[in-house]
């Protein structure tokens, strides 16, 4: 019977889109909205000084919601990928430790951000005029913060459960109660910015409430008490997957610390004050935060579809889709430059009214610091755009420059001219060069598909199996790139008359995933370095998740039918449950490798060198990954042999000798 095509893969490219990033764009719109609601509502009922002391709270919330996203994100990506290798276990022990990890660490920030608000606030830009506002806010919202963290880590874990509607309602719920309770606390009890404060954590505390509901509804797992407890190995495999969404946020915090102490710093040196600048900045970044949660929502919507495509050497529908996401992206970045430009007062009093000052800044502001607009709704979806399809340095690239890289270096030197102008300007020039460097990383990407072809070309391995072994044993050969590891273990092979399994997983899994084998080929046991910052926006398998998965269930069922030698892909890993495995791992010195790989695999010998330490590290990179342990650790292996020591054929015959004594051998 032949296998159904993914949907992925011949849906209509604008139904899938449609379908994949309308939750997406909601999700980001409701976590947008839950600050600026506050805003509105504070403007007209305390005045912009309380919306100047919310934005100076506001990196305190950002600061506990990465941590929040680092092990929601973390926990649901350890989730899908260890149910996909079919370990539910392990599965639950990793969102055990995420949540608890989440509830500890909430605890902590909570107690130490009471202990020590004063000193935090002045570092993120608080004066005088604001302290006390931010004070009164800022001492209820940090209260909630535990609600607010546990909710979050536990909305990602749900999505990953297979329940994003659950995930949406209950967030949906949370903002709507805080759009009703903020005017009923601030102009009906009068309680100012601290009725501000607790309408949000009462809102925060519904949503996780509902969350904390659904732990008993898991569907894929089970949690248990003995789940709950900390396991260093499992947390510090989900903070890593994490990792991602944590950087992406502290970025945030950063630039948020330091253009405010800039405003503070250069505002109070013009007509406009210190708390005018910080008041109006926040509020514009905000707004501009609703542009960017539709954009990120259709970019990231259409990760599942960029990421399958592109495996599928499908070039024709990763361009259709890249077109429908850029085009959409540029008609709502222009729609929301026009406004900027043409409305900037009527968006501005949205949050309350202000003096002549107020007023004229915000004007200012809009219209110079967001002028390039629709450069930074063209360069986001780019970035993800690399994300998905695995591209990790060029993804990293144009996710942290325009932030870090960009926009700081340029607020401090433009400042440092300009006064509260430079920090104005730096906006756009921050926006200019990063779409720059989007525009041509991109280029070359659109270049590259269009050279592609397919090539259906069989690169098979096959041993006859005529097996002289009186027992089943399994023979992993982990390798250095030019050791003759796979020449080794065809020797072995050939000797033992049993099968050697290495390229013939490439066709079984394209057959299995929808991925073209050139593809598979090409991206297997390699990883980045960077490639630990390509789960930002979505939770779920990467391509390379479901290659690893793929290829970890073909290895077990090889193993459990016959007697053969696995090539590389985690075997000894995989397998390590077994008593009927001996794991080898086959090296030798770079001299050696680097004439090997010049004679035999046709590399330049002035680049073999370069070459070979890169597919190593690769390697090294993605066996990490995956086991948690360093490829080469003498302890993963039964025994390491040098292959030049040896010489290839005398390896073999050791390990044929091995064979022979396998019961005292693996213990």
């Known amino acids: 019977m032949e296998k159904e095509e993914n949907i992925l893969g011949k849906e209509k490219i604008g139904k899938l889109i449609k379908k994949f990033s309308i939750p997406c764009i909601i999700s980001l719109l409701v976590n947008s909205l839950y600050n600026i609601i ?43 990928l260890k149910l996909g290798e079919k370990k539910k276990q392990e599965a639950s022990k990793g969102v ?144 890593t997957l994490g990792i991602s969404s944590f950087i992406t946020q502290m970025s945030f915090v950063f630039v948020m610390a330091i253009e405010n102490n800039l405003l503070v710093k250069y505002g109070g040196e013009t007509k406009y004050g210190s708390e005018v600048p910080i008041t109006v900045i926040g509020i514009v970044m905000k707004i501009s935060q609703i542009l960017n949660s539709i954009i990120i929502g259709i970019a990231a919507g ?4 960029f990421g399958y495509n592109y495996g599928a050497r499908k070039f024709d529908r990763v361009k259709s889709a890249l077109k429908i996401v850029l085009g959409v992206s540029a008609i709502i970045s222009t729609t929301a430059l026009i406004l900027f430009q043409t409305i900037p007062d009527k968006l501005i009093s949205i949050f309350g009214s202000g003096d002549e000052n107020y007023m004229e800044f915000a004007c200012l502001a809009f219209r110079t610091y967001l002028v390039l607009t629709i450069c ?95 027992q089943h044993t399994i023979i992993t050969i982990s390798r250095q790139y030019g050791s003759g590891g796979r020449y080794v273990g065809k020797l072995v092979a050939d000797k ?20 073209s084998k050139e593809y598979i080929e090409n991206n297997e046991q390699k ?36 007697s053969c030698i696995i090539i590389g892909r985690c075997a000894d890993f995989i397998l390590r449950d077994r008593d009927d495995v001996i794991n080898i791992f086959i090296y030798s010195d770079l001299k050696d490798r680097v004439n090997r790989a010049t004679k035999y695999y046709g590399l330049d010998k002035d680049k073999a060198e370069k070459e070979i330490k890169k597919i190593d590290k690769l390697r090294a990179n993605h066996y990490k990954y995956y086991t948690d342990k360093a490829w080469k650790d003498n302890a993963n292996y039964d025994i390491c042999i040098n292959s030049d020591a040896f010489g290839v054929e005398k390896s073999a015959e050791l390990i044929c000798d091995m064979v022979e004594n396998v019961k005292q051998l693996i213990k």
């Open 302 to 305: 259409t990760q599942p579809i």
């Open 38 to 80: 506050d805003q509105i509502f504070i403007g007209w009922g305390i005045g912009y000084l309380g919306n100047g002391a919310t934005n100076i709270v506001f990196p305190l919330t950002i600061i506990c919601l990465a941590f929040a996203l680092m092990f929601g994100d973390g926990s649901s990506a350890y989730l899908s």
């Open 527 to 562: 990883r980045e370095n960077l490639d630990i910052l390509n789960k930002g926006y979505y939770s779920g398998l990467s391509n390379a998740d479901e290659l690893f998965i793929k290829e970890s269930e073909l290895i077990k069922e090889v193993a459990s039918k016959e």
């Open 376 to 470: 930074n709704g063209i360069q986001m979806p780019i970035g993800i755009f690399f994300q998905a399809i695995g591209k990790s340095i060029k993804s990293a690239i144009l996710s942290l420059s325009r932030q870090i890289a960009l926009l700081i270096p340029a607020m401090i030197i433009l400042s440092s001219f300009y006064g509260i102008m430079g920090i104005l300007y730096a906006g756009p020039v921050a926006d200019a060069i990063a779409f720059i460097i989007a525009i041509i990383l991109l280029s070359k990407e659109i270049r590259f598909l269009k050279e592609q072809k397919i090539e259906n070309k069989e690169v098979i391995t096959k041993t006859e199996s005529n097996e002289k072994l009186s």
């Open 96 to 239: 055990g430790n995420g949540i608890i990890l989440s509830v500890i660490l909430a605890i902590i920030l909570c107690i130490g951000t009471l202990i020590f608000l004063p000193q935090i606030l002045k570092l993120f830009g608080c004066t005088e005029n604001l302290k006390e506002y931010a004070l009164k806010y800022g001492g209820i919202i940090v209260i909630g913060l535990p609600f607010m963290m546990i909710g979050t880590t536990l909305n990602s874990i749900i999505r990953a459960d297979g329940n994003p509607k659950y995930a949406m309602t209950s967030m949906v719920l949370g903002a709507v109660l805080n759009t009703v309770l903020d005017p009923i606390f601030i102009f009906v009890f009068k309680m100012g910015v601290e009725g501000a404060a607790i309408a949000t954590i009462v809102s925060q505390f519904v949503t996780f409430l509902i969350n904390i509901l659904y732990i008993k509804k898991f569907k894929s797992i089970e949690i248990s008490k003995e789940n709950l407890k900390i396991e260093l190995k499992v947390a510090k495999k989900v903070a």
């Open 496 to 515: 033992l008359g049993i099968k050697l399994y290495d390229k013939e997983f490439i066709a079984k899994v394209a057959e299995e995933t929808g991925f």
